[in-house]
């Protein structure tokens, strides 16, 4: 592997670790300024949902490790 295509693979690991992150964090704000207007049985589901996605993008990421 060229070190071109080894930077690059650097960048979108990082990229996708990133959006791991904001992905974490904009489920805790949606929880923390809404979470009271959400059923329980709701927050479970998003919380299930953003958990699926973030294991969708370990994947991928494992692609560029």
């Known amino acids: 592997m060229s070190v071109n295509q080894q930077e690059s693979n650097y960048r979108i690991h990082n990229e996708m670790t990133q959006i791991q992150i904001d992905l974490e964090r904009a489920l805790k704000n949606i929880l923390e300024q809404a979470g009271s207007k959400i ?22 990421k494992s692609r560029y490790a």
Do not use: D, M
Request: glycine residues 4%; aromatic residues 4%.
């Open 39 to 60: 059923k329980p049985e709701k927050q479970e589901e998003l919380k299930k949902e953003v958990e699926g996605t973030k294991q969708i993008i370990e994947l991928f």
